[in-house]
């Protein structure tokens, strides 16, 4: 007679997914269930199963329902302790009992960072309170369709209004008053917030359908103020100091804007471990309050006059997209930061070489995934005190070539550490660029040009960044994932190569004396 193993609580279809039974099932019938068992329906079960595979403390086993198991040989739990099972009753009967082996603790930031940020949409406190009850899941419960695709359509409901509408809010950056398109669209984030602060507070009380695609609104409202906020912000900048310290007052600036996005999202899963759904986001509307405030201490400034008194809004975009293609150092800028990043990028496929080639685990993968971020913060501190504005060219082409180097290297590497020194250097090599090119944008636009280009820029970076992740995983998919890297790092050589042939001219370029022209 073929034994029996019953398999509980895999409500993530995980036994199977990452691990092989082929030798049990040749042995023995599997019986794997994927929702909670209770009552009469576990003891059906269960009463002539000979093994029993547990996931952590779902399911109760206590003396009561041992005893009546009278085919029970050995229970195997994931963990080192089980609260939910009597292990002395157990013992009595001579079950054996296998659990995880302890060990160091291979938790690594990344992980805890995105346990963070599920923590929000999985309602890992609510869940822990069904569990406690048991019953893990429930009708309200965001487990079942939270799934990758949701997380995609997230960011996809911000990116789709923003890149739609970026171009507009250019044409309006450049003909109305910047301060008060600002003004208009920081409101409808700061509404956006309270939003998101009462559909957060009702999804914890159980109140799923509606509240959830109100995030979906949510996001999309601020994708759309997004798209007016960014070009006018950009095109405000030089009007608010004085022409001779411009280049230095755009590096800051950008490197301030750089070293946000990257200590952002960390700060933000510190902020929600610490403070809680509720309070991070009323800390977050009271900073955007703040910032609200700090806006009315900045002097109106007049309106740039038209060129053409009734001009279309179709012919101002257009206007703005042949600036942009005429002006060779503002294309091969934009072009350059869009295929480096559309080709040289790794960090989307990082998981496949922690876990396949370099075999480093979550630990390494935390390690791996923060290396760049460091480069990128260690370079923007040096940056500021230290512009790479003189032969700023130069340095820019050098810079995206260094990055195709590190991201070669890395490609190339089978040593951890090695992987590790090249994310950090790309890092590094990445932030100059952006802070050269930053300045470029802003230096060389004309003050009437000023927020059309900055959405044009603002298209090439979006783009860049969502077709980058999308091109490393088709490319590592049907390339495979070492060639992938290397074709790609391959690919921005090559590119910057010939950029650097076409731009002899700007090669000893000065941007703080062209600045001051």
């Known amino acids: 007679m073929n034994k029996k193993i019953v398999v509980l609580d895999d409500y993530e279809q995980a036994y199977k997914r990452l691990s092989n039974w082929d030798n049990i099932e040749a042995k023995a019938e599997v019986q794997?269930?994927?929702?909670?068992?209770?009552?009469?329906?576990?003891?059906?079960?269960?009463k002539d199963a000979h093994g029993l595979v547990l996931m952590r403390d779902r399911t109760p086993l206590q003396a009561d329902l041992i005893s009546q198991l009278p085919l029970l040989e050995h229970v195997v739990f994931t963990g080192t302790r089980n609260l939910a099972l009597d292990a002395a009753s157990l013992k009595a009967r001579n079950i054996s009992i296998s659990y995880t082996e302890w060990g160091p603790s291979k938790d690594s930031t990344a992980e805890l960072t995105w346990a963070l940020i599920l923590g929000l949409h999985k309602r890992i406190v609510e869940q822990n309170k069904l569990l406690l009850n048991q019953a893990w899941r429930n009708?309200?419960?965001?487990?079942?369709?939270?799934?990758g695709q949701t997380l995609g359509l997230i960011?996809?409901?911000?990116?789709?209004?923003?890149?739609?509408?970026?171009?507009?809010?250019?044409h309006f950056a450049d003909n109305r008053d910047k301060k008060k398109i600002m003004q208009g669209s920081l409101s409808i984030i700061?509404?956006?917030?309270f939003l998101l602060l009462y559909a957060a507070t009702h999804l914890s009380e159980g109140q799923t359908d509606f509240h959830i695609y109100l995030i979906y609104f949510v996001i999309f409202l601020i994708g759309l103020a997004k798209g007016f906020f960014s070009p006018a912000a950009s095109s405000l900048n030089p009007f608010l100091v004085p022409k001779e310290v411009f280049a230095n007052a755009a590096t800051w600036n950008s490197s301030f804007w750089q070293l946000g996005s990257i200590l952002g999202p960390g700060m933000a899963g510190f902020l929600y471990a610490y403070a809680g759904l509720a309070g991070s986001l009323w800390i977050v509307i009271g900073l955007l309050l703040a910032v609200m405030s700090c806006m009315f201490?900045?002097?109106?400034?007049?309106?740039?006059?038209?060129k053409v008194v009734h001009e279309s809004i179709w012919h101002s975009l257009r206007e703005g997209i042949e600036y942009v293609f005429k002006t060779k150092i503002i294309l091969y800028a934009i072009s350059l930061d869009l295929f480096s990043v559309l080709f040289g990028g790794v960090i989307a496929i990082l998981p496949i070489f922690a876990?396949?080639?370099?075999?480093?685990?979550?630990?390494?993968?935390?390690?791996?995934?923060?290396?760049p971020s460091v480069g990128a913060v260690v370079t923007m501190l040096t940056l500021i005190y230290f512009p790479p504005l003189k032969n700023a060219w130069r340095n820019l082409l050098l810079a995206?070539?260094?990055?195709g180097i590190a991201t070669l290297v890395f490609g190339l590497s089978s040593n951890f550490w090695l992987s590790v020194t090249a994310l950090f250097f790309t890092g590094a090599f990445d932030s100059v660029s952006v802070v050269i090119r930053q300045t470029v944008l802003r230096i060389f636009t004309p003050d009437e040009m000023r927020g059309r280009v900055s959405s044009v820029n603002g298209v090439f970076v979006s783009t860049s960044n969502e077709m980058g992740a999308f091109e490393s995983g088709v490319a590592a998919k049907f390339l495979g994932t070492i060639p992938s890297v290397l074709i790609g790092a391959g690919v921005t050589l090559f590119l910057v190569t010939i950029v650097a042939f076409k731009s002899k001219d700007l090669l000893e370029l000065d941007v703080e004396k062209a600045s001051e022209a």
């Open 400 to 403: 995206i070539a260094g990055f």
């Open 139 to 147: 009708q309200n419960s965001l487990l079942p369709v939270l799934k």
């Open 155 to 170: 960011g996809l409901a911000e990116a789709v209004p923003y890149i739609s509408l970026v171009l507009f809010g250019g």
């Open 32 to 46: 794997i269930f994927d929702r909670p068992l209770h009552g009469h329906e576990l003891l059906e079960v269960l």
């Open 355 to 371: 876990e396949d080639i370099l075999k480093v685990g979550a630990e390494g993968l935390g390690i791996l995934r923060a290396a």
């Open 297 to 306: 201490l900045i002097k109106n400034r007049p309106v740039p006059p038209k």
């Open 190 to 193: 700061i509404l956006g917030s």
